[in-house]
């Protein structure tokens, strides 16, 4: 029974590993492809988070996955991701909803922040919200996006299934010569 259990992790292991880095390739030919705009996958978009503006809630290190919504149905004490500039997005909580010559726009803060945001965030700024937070996983997710980490992960996965063979064969070879 031990050694289904371990079987069975390691098949666990293997899928998500797989699962993994067909996400990680679908994002990096998708990112070539639209110059600019954040790699989604059915929806989903997965972010960093590098500051510490939205601890305890968000740390640093943590991988967030930021869902689609319409900003129509944003509210206030959602956690959004919206772009600050080219370059730069943010993640934070709304505190307000205001109304400027007609339009919509949210007020945000990081909950460590002392502060409100400087500037108002309109409708097409916004990325999406916060779904989900898996603790420390940005880490690795951040390791996995230099050359360095893309060898390193195909090296492990290359030795899982290299072990996996191995261990076929060296089954396939005891059984046949015990009924020899």
């Known amino acids: 029974m031990f050694k289904n259990a371990i079987r069975w992790c390691g098949n666990v292991l293997f899928a998500s590993l797989v699962l993994l880095s067909v996400l990680a390739m679908v994002s990096v030919v998708q990112y070539k492809n639209q110059s600019g705009q954040i790699p989604s996958i059915l929806g989903f978009k997965t972010m960093t988070v590098m500051t510490g503006s939205m601890e305890p809630e968000l740390q640093p290190g943590d991988m967030i996955i930021v869902r689609e919504k319409n900003p129509i149905e944003l509210q206030v004490d959602d956690v959004i991701t919206y772009q600050l500039n080219q370059h ?3 993640t934070h909580r709304i505190v307000s909803l205001v109304e400027k010559d007609g339009e919509s726009f949210f007020l945000t803060k990081g909950d460590a ?6 500037d108002f965030v309109s409708p097409d700024k916004i990325v999406g919200v ?4 898996i603790p420390k996983l940005g880490h690795l997710a951040q390791v996995l996006q230099t050359p360095t980490g893309i060898i390193l ?15 076929r064969i060296l089954t396939a070879q005891r059984k046949e010569s015990s009924h020899t």
Request: no cysteine.
């Open 88 to 90: 730069t997005l943010v």
């Open 113 to 118: 922040n002392n502060v409100v945001d400087n």
């Open 130 to 133: 916060v779904a989900f937070t």
């Open 153 to 167: 992960l195909s090296l492990i996965i290359l030795l899982i299934i290299t072990i996996g063979l191995i261990k």
